[in-house]
């Protein structure tokens, strides 16, 4: 099964996005299977937007992609998963493509979070991370190359599952 983690901002609550419209209808038909982390749930948990609580609706509906659970928090870096994989070994080398100017510490909450959604996905060896972050999606090439992270926006993600689906 091709498996496709999706960041937080593809949750796509109204189904104005289409090409997220049809990875769903291919999850839907098993061709897929879109996975989320506890990052995308930290995130939903955030927001306060009025389509806060239709996207943590369309989240739950999602298989729940990590392995572990999380035994302890830390506000430093989230928390740690019994049995599951060590994402915390990729989020310094993705720290670095992703902002190559700042240490760590010097970036902001948002961003060290996208780092460790994709951490989560690399350590899984998932397929796909697809997402709207055009940050992201500006080093998907270096990502890659140096980290065998297939990143790609919604668009990309569909035309590459639908090349597979088709042999």
């Known amino acids: 099964m091709f498996r ?11 189904r104005c996005i289409s090409a997220l419209n049809a990875l769903e209808v291919l999850a839907k038909q098993g061709v897929v299977e ?12 955030r927001d306060k ?6 996207r943590r609706t369309k989240a739950s509906q999602l298989r ?3 392995s572990g659970f999380v ?9 740690d998963a ?26 902001d909450e948002n961003t060290q979070r996208d780092i460790m959604h994709l951490a989560i996905h690399r ?27 297939r990143v790609m926006s919604p668009e990309d993600a569909l035309k590459t599952v639908n090349e597979i689906k088709s042999g």
């Not at 879109?34 to 948990?45: D, F, G, H, V, Y």
């Not at 937007?49 to 239709?54: D, E, I, K, P, R």
């Not at 990502?143 to 992270?149: A, H, M, R, Y």
């Open 64 to 66: 729940s992609g990590t």
């Open 123 to 149: 350590a899984h060896n998932w397929d796909l991370f697809v997402t709207m972050d055009k940050l992201i999606l500006l080093q998907s090439k270096m990502l890659l190359s140096d980290l065998g992270l």
């Open 34 to 45: 879109i996975t989320s982390t506890r990052i995308l749930a930290e995130e939903l948990a």
């Open 4 to 14: 496709v983690t999706i960041d937080t901002n593809c949750i796509n609550a109204r």
């Open 82 to 107: 019994l049995g599951a994989p060590n994402a915390y070994v990729y989020l310094d080398r993705i720290a670095r493509l992703i902002r190559p100017d700042l240490e760590w510490h010097e970036l």
């Open 71 to 79: 035994m302890r928090r830390s506000t430093l870096r989230g928390g």
């Open 49 to 54: 937007t009025q389509l806060g609580s239709s």
